[in-house]
Each structure stands twice: as C-alpha cells, then as structure tokens.
C-alpha cells in the first residue's frame, strides 16, 4: 500500500485509510472501470436512439466506434478483466458483471431498432473477440506487421461495421 501511495503521488498511508486493504482498492478499481463501462452502454444508446429510426448501419457504426474507442483509451480495463477471468476465482469471478452488461446493451440496443437477434450471445462474443482480441494483444498485432496505434484503430472499426454489416444482411462483405 506504501508503494501505491507514492505512485499516486499521495502519503504513504493514504490508500490504507482510504481503502483499508489491496483487496477493497482493487475492488473499488474495478467498481469504477464497470461505471464507466455502464456509462458507455447508456451513452451508445442516446446515440442509436438519436439516429433515424431502423439506421441499422448507423448503429453497427456507433456500438463498433464507442466499444472500440472505449477499448484503445482504456488498455487496463482489458488487463484486468482478463486477469479477473483466468482467475475464475477473482473480484469478478462468478459475477459475468462484464457479460451482463454487454448483453443488456446489446438486447437494448436490438429493441431500440426494433430487431430480431436470433442469437444474441453469439453476436456478443462475435463483436467482443473482433473489437477486444487486438486490443488486448498487441504483440500479435506487431507479429502481423502492424502496430495498435490510432490508425490501426480506425482501420479495424472500418473493418468490423463491414463484416458485421455483411452478416446481418447474410452477405459476405465485398
């Protein structure tokens, strides 16, 4: 606790009388990255909600954009909730708070457009593992000849609207 005050530029003291132990700030951590995931999730759908009704291409574009960017601002956010579930007995372990409120975004999202996702969860892990897998392991990236920068960022949101636009409407993409 020593150490993370002084990280933080605080007294050696202040995380211990703040928080009291590792364990309640990790978990205040993660309480906090979660909020701003929640905060994501209402923010996309203000913005699908403020689109022309039925824009399904416009809303690929906004979940795609806001969950990447989310993402690429917030490499700890990848770190931890990947540790949390490997250790399938962590902070988060046993909760999926991560999955339940990606879910919820995404059945509110479809009822927003008034869609029918025959299997939601699929769709989930589809758009997770294409947005979150790069993001979180950049070696491979740079193994491939590319580097997680802001234009591979872009690059991939133009990527995946593309192949998600085409499996919505049962197409491959051009």
Not at 102 to 124: N, Y
Not at 127 to 155: K, T
Not at 157 to 174: D, E, Q, S, T
């Amino acid at each position: 606790m020593e150490r993370i005050g002084h990280a933080a530029g605080l007294s050696r003291g202040a995380p211990g009388y703040f928080f009291g132990s590792k364990d309640a700030l990790y978990r205040a951590v993660l309480q906090q990255m979660f909020e701003s995931a929640e905060t994501l999730v209402e923010q996309t759908r203000q913005e699908i909600a403020a689109a022309p009704p039925g824009d399904l291409d416009g809303a690929l574009e906004v979940v795609v954009e806001n969950l990447l960017e989310f993402l690429y601002e917030r490499p700890h956010f990848l770190t931890l909730v990947e540790r949390e579930t490997l250790r399938r007995s962590g902070v988060i372990g046993g909760t999926r708070a991560h999955l339940s409120l990606l879910r919820t975004a995404l059945v509110a999202i479809a009822g927003d457009l008034d869609l029918h996702v025959p299997e939601p969860d699929h769709l989930l892990l589809s758009l997770l593992g294409l947005c979150w897998f790069p993001l979180a392991n950049p070696l491979l990236v740079r193994d491939l000849g590319g580097q997680v920068d802001r234009a591979f960022v872009e690059a991939r949101k133009r990527h995946i609207v593309a192949l998600l636009r085409a499996g919505v409407r049962g197409r491959a993409p051009a």
